[in-house]
């Protein structure tokens, strides 16, 4: 049986263990799964507790009801006025530290994006390494519009994801996208019909997951800091990198499956 989260008061961010898959649930549909801050702390104890396992394959990320986020709970913020400033700052630090160690996780993670997309939620979703959208997907960033400027990582994925002009005009002219915009602009992996969102999340996590799935968590987080850094400097890091991995037991599993000519059986770290 699944490993459950339990705690079900206020519950904003669930999260699951079944057989090396993890999946983190936004499960505020009634509030289009806006973001407050109890919302940041459930979601930054759900990615801990994938960090924390020593069995996962792959995190899955999705959301419950007919959208993925609006982003910032608004109503939440109206109501505080002059303490405005002080309660993003206790929102933000814990929503981005939960988005860095998804970044960090040495897992691929795979986000079911559906309905509005927007704001900090975005964050979410683009640290996954793919993101399959639903075609009723509408994305906005809204930041300019509320007098702020941006967070979840969106100023740092949007101008790596579809280049600094698009990013200026989705972020200061407020863009509103719809599943087949992102996707020619390169925000999602790929878009499919809305009944069969699910479906294809759970495709892709098991193709990813019967894969030598450190390999691919390594090789796609030097692919997303390409932009950040050196030649030289990936080029050290590239052979320390393969080095490491070449002692792995997924890589011997890999070579050997090869040359005998038979598909390779991943799983053992």
Known sequence: MPDTDTDTTDHRVA????????????VRPAA??????????????????CAARTDLRVVVIVAEGDHFSVGGDLRHMAGLSH?????????????????AMLADLEVPVVAGIQGAFAGGAMGIALVADVVVAADDLRVAAGFPALGLSGDGGTTWH??????????????????????TEA????????????????????????????????????TARLLRTSATTTIGDRLVEERESMRELGGTADAREGVEAFFEKRAARFGNR
């Not at 303490?83 to 988005?99: S, V």
């Open 32 to 49: 289009r799964n806006a973001i407050d801050l109890l919302f940041t702390h459930q979601l930054l104890a759900a990615v801990d507790a």
């Open 15 to 26: 999260v699951t263990f079944d057989d090396g898959r993890a999946t983190i649930t936004l």
């Open 183 to 218: 996707l020619e602009w390169g925000l999602v992996t790929r878009t499919v019909p809305r009944a069969e969102l699910t479906a294809e999340v759970e495709r892709t996590a098991a193709r990813l997951a019967a894969g030598p799935t450190r390999s691919l968590a390594r």
């Open 83 to 99: 303490e405005l400033a002080d309660e993003l700052g206790r929102m933000i630090t814990p929503f981005h530290r939960a988005l």
């Open 158 to 179: 949007l101008p790596h994801l579809v280049g600094l002009r698009r990013a200026q005009e989705l972020m200061l002219e407020n863009r509103v996208l719809d599943a």
